[in-house]
């Protein structure tokens, strides 16, 4: 079986890697013409092709590329694909990518998909073979899909060690403003805040501890596909960075007045989120 990977950075080429472990002809596509060089210079497909040898070659598409690219494509793919096909997406948002193609008459042959797998790092040199193992992959909308062409996706994500979880789209842009899309804002604005405030580079350098490294990691993540997911899910986005804004106003306002009993109740109600993840760790480990 062949899967056509169209965008080859982190997560269609470690796609790409581990479908190539798992028995499949990978063949790929990148609109950068070094990152399709660098695609193949790393084993990550098998074969560089154009997109019309790929939708004619392909049983499995994975559209792989930033929001607005899936956005673009897919009608196109959509189009051209025949009824044995399957196309799926990695975007990370769902709601504006189901409504676009809602009323395609090949709307059944597509499968859309998040897997919940990454790194702040980009492009093919980012790409390693186990990046998904053991982690989840949602999928939305999943009545609208032929049993077969759902079939082939939930298996390709449950055979690279992904658990398959089912959502509606309109819950999962939601829940993704809090829970991850969030997180990057506010570590794009944590890096922004420092490099602005301690102009001496060198100091950042020798004084900032784990907890900056930590924080700050996901600023460097690609502004090309962030830009594209804020933009896609901007109001649900917009309604958590309110919430945020709230509690860093009363933090301050704390601060401010040297409240230290206020502090302590904020942080000992964050501390909540270490049970939370603590689960998150032991149902995994289950997994």
Same mark, same amino acid.
């Given at each position: ?5 169209? +965008? ?20 790929? !596509? ?11 210079? !790393? +084993? ?5 092709? @154009? ?20 956005? @673009? ?28 193609? @809602? ?7 597509? /499968? ?40 082939? /996706? ?74 594209? =997911? ?13 919430? !945020? =804004?709230? !509690? ?30 603590? +689960? ?8």
């Amino acid at each position: 079986m062949t899967i056509a990977i169209i +965008g080859l950075g982190l997560i269609g080429g470690s796609i790409g890697l581990k479908a190539k472990s798992l028995g499949f002809n990978v063949v790929g !596509y990148d609109q950068n013409e070094q990152h399709a060089h660098q695609a193949l210079e !790393y +084993g990550l497909v098998h074969s560089v092709l @154009s997109l019309d040898e790929i939708l004619e070659q392909a049983d499995i598409i994975g559209l792989c590329v930033p929001i607005d690219g899936i956005q @673009s494509l897919l009608p196109k793919v959509l189009d051209r694909m025949k009824s044995t096909q399957t196309v799926f997406d990695v975007g990370s948002t769902k709601q504006n990518i189901c409504n676009l193609v @809602s009323g395609h008459p090949k709307r059944s042959r597509f /499968v859309a998909a998040h897997p919940l797998a990454g790194t702040e790092f980009s492009g093919p040199s980012a790409a390693f073979l186990n990046l998904f193992e053991g982690k989840k992959n949602l999928i939305c909308e999943e009545r609208l899909c032929d049993h077969d062409a759902l079939k082939k /996706v939930t298996d390709l994500f449950a055979d690279m060690g992904m658990q398959n979880l089912f959502m509606p789209a309109v819950d999962h842009d939601r829940h993704m403003a809090y829970v991850s899309h969030l997180s990057h804002v506010t570590s794009f604005t944590l890096g922004l805040t420092v490099l602005d405030i301690e102009k001496d580079e060198n100091q950042i350098f020798n004084l900032a501890s784990t907890g900056l490294a930590s924080t700050v990691r996901l600023a460097k993540s690609s502004p090309i596909t962030w830009g594209s =997911i804020f933009t896609d899910n901007s109001k649900n986005l917009s309604e958590a960075l309110e919430k !945020y =804004i709230d !509690y860093i106003s009363d933090f301050k306002k704390a601060i401010d007045s040297k409240d230290l009993e206020k502090m302590k109740d904020m942080m000992q109600r964050a501390n909540e989120m270490r049970r939370v993840l603590n +689960g998150m760790e032991l149902k995994a480990l289950k997994f």
